[in-house]
């Protein structure tokens, strides 16, 4: 195989995968959220990263040419979105980190669907 074949193939592997994990860790992040309670991030910290990318985001929508309300509030709705996953992939490090994986065929089960479901949702961003 040549480099280009190669990275025709090992390229949405791997971010496939790397998505997939941090999907994975996403999931156990809500799953310790609303069904244990465990919240690891203070709330001010949420809001001040959500302010951080509400900054960001609302300049990024500004600059493709959105009209005044518009990019307030297409920045806001992103902020939220990445906000979300943001504290939702680090509450499930923290939960992994303190209890551990669970046993290998969830974890593996958990990171194959969460690749699957990366795989999908790139496929369909980079078709358009």
Known sequence: MDKIEKSKIFYPLAVSLALGFILFLCGY???????LGIF???????????A????LASKFVESRGAEFPNYILGGAIISGVVTFILVSVYNGALWIVKNGFPNLDVTLFGIGFATIISFVLLSLISSR
Request: proline share 0%; hydrophobic share 70%; net charge positive.
């Open 40 to 50: 690891s991030v203070r709330h001010s910290v949420v809001f001040f990263v959500f």
């Open 52 to 55: 951080i990318i509400l900054v």
């Open 29 to 35: 992040g809500v799953y310790s959220a609303l069904f």
